[in-house]
């Protein structure tokens, strides 16, 4: 483990089980949390709320224009929050490093949370949002520009499962990038064991809340339980990150093996030392940052790959 982690995770000690609390408390306390882990935000050329209107509803979005714009491509991003934490405030700061880091505009998107909103209703969001952003990249200034779906821990369990939901769809979607992710309330790997508790991420509390998003379903669908896929054929090329001290390590580094299986092109890239989260760590382990400019390194290769061909 990276020895600046070492003060952080002893004032984070004696974290409450979410049995203990509620959900509105979780909530203030992670966006609290935001603005201390956060460090700078970058100036960027724009940044503007958006509401989408979708059937029956609207979804909140950000987005996010870097001074510098030198590829011409959408992310589509979901942040992480074990599906029932998270929005907009949150992610704002790293939504602002990648996108400067990449020279793409990002779209944050407020997808619905559990346990008022229950699976499906935050992917159906993920899936329906991007469908619209497909159709009316006008209004985003970047007509029929390539689509990239990202996302973090949660989130990117979405971005994953909509990128495998919608890759017969004909949509501009050239990559997903998918960040610690998580893929499923089930899921028993060595890593899962190792660093079960103490670092950062506590297993006990990520299935409490899956016990929230998952409600009456049954777990083993593969659009809550991705390594259950039984074809991912056509699916966009991936790049997947993992945290070497993360309980979810092992099953990110599954799911880049099975996308590999059905053909998909992916990188996989390790962070030394790293928790999860590390991404937006970056305020007190400086080496967190690292990977953001690695990550933006491999996405605009992607992007310009496919532009090329």
């Given at each position: 483990?990276?020895?600046?982690?070492?003060?952080?995770?002893?004032?984070q000690a004696?974290?409450?089980?979410?049995?203990?609390?509620?959900?509105?408390?979780?909530?203030?306390?992670?966006?609290?949390?935001?603005?201390?882990?956060?460090?700078?935000?970058?100036?960027?050329?724009?940044?503007?709320?958006?509401?989408?209107p979708?059937?029956?509803?609207?979804?909140?979005?950000?987005?996010?224009?870097?001074?510098e714009?030198?590829?011409?491509?959408?992310?589509?991003?979901?942040?992480?929050?074990s599906?029932?934490?998270?929005?907009?405030?949150?992610?704002?700061?790293?939504?602002r490093?990648?996108?400067?880091?990449?020279?793409?505009?990002?779209?944050?998107?407020?997808y619905?949370?559990?346990?008022?909103?229950?699976?499906?209703?935050?992917?159906?969001?993920?899936?329906?949002?991007?469908?619209?952003?497909?159709?009316?990249?006008?209004?985003f200034?970047?007509?029929?520009?390539?689509?990239?779906l990202?996302?973090?821990?949660?989130?990117?369990?979405?971005?994953?499962?909509?990128?495998?939901?919608?890759?017969?769809?004909?949509?501009?979607?050239?990559?997903?990038?998918?960040?610690?992710?998580?893929?499923?309330?089930?899921?028993?790997?060595?890593?899962?064991?190792?660093?079960?508790?103490?670092?950062?991420?506590?297993?006990?509390?990520?299935?409490?809340?899956?016990?929230?998003?998952?409600?009456?379903?049954?777990?083993?669908?593969?659009?809550?339980?991705?390594?259950?896929?039984?074809?991912?054929?056509?699916?966009?090329?991936?790049?997947?990150?993992?945290?070497?001290?993360?309980?979810?390590?092992?099953?990110g580094?599954?799911?880049?093996?099975l996308?590999?299986?059905?053909?998909?092109?992916?990188?996989?890239?390790?962070?030394?030392?790293?928790?999860?989260?590390?991404?937006?760590?970056g305020?007190?382990?400086?080496?967190?940052?690292?990977t953001?400019?690695?990550?933006?390194?491999?996405?605009?290769?992607?992007?310009?790959?496919t532009?090329?061909?």
């Amino acid at each position: 483990m990276h020895p600046d982690y070492i003060p952080y995770l002893a004032a984070q000690a004696n974290a409450v089980h979410p049995n203990e609390t509620t959900y509105e408390i979780r909530r203030r306390a992670y966006r609290a949390q935001a603005h201390v882990i956060e460090g700078d935000r970058p100036d960027m050329a724009e940044v503007r709320d958006i509401s989408i209107p979708l059937n029956g509803r609207t979804v909140a979005t950000r987005l996010f224009v870097p001074l510098e714009e030198t590829h011409e491509a959408i992310v589509l991003y979901f942040h992480g929050g074990s599906f029932v934490l998270g929005d907009l405030d949150t992610h704002d700061a790293l939504c602002r490093r990648l996108s400067r880091a990449t020279g793409m505009r990002f779209l944050a998107v407020a997808y619905a949370l559990a346990p008022e909103y229950p699976f499906p209703a935050g992917l159906n969001d993920a899936i329906d949002v991007t469908r619209y952003v497909a159709a009316n990249g006008e209004l985003f200034d970047v007509p029929g520009a390539p689509l990239v779906l990202m996302g973090d821990s949660a989130g990117a369990c979405l971005a994953a499962v909509a990128a495998v939901q919608l890759r017969h769809d004909e949509l501009p979607i050239v990559a997903q990038v998918l960040v610690y992710p998580t893929f499923g309330p089930e899921v028993v790997t060595n890593s899962s064991h190792q660093y079960a508790s103490g670092y950062l991420l506590e297993m006990e509390h990520l299935r409490a809340d899956y016990r929230g998003y998952v409600g009456t379903h049954d777990h083993t669908d593969p659009r809550i339980s991705p390594l259950l896929t039984n074809d991912a054929t056509g699916a966009p090329a991936a790049i997947v990150v993992v945290a070497e001290c993360d309980p979810l390590r092992d099953e990110g580094l599954a799911y880049a093996g099975l996308l590999e299986h059905f053909g998909v092109r992916v990188e996989t890239l390790e962070a030394e030392g790293m928790l999860h989260g590390f991404l937006r760590h970056g305020s007190f382990v400086a080496d967190a940052l690292t990977t953001v400019d690695d990550v933006a390194h491999h996405l605009r290769e992607y992007v310009s790959s496919t532009k090329a061909s």
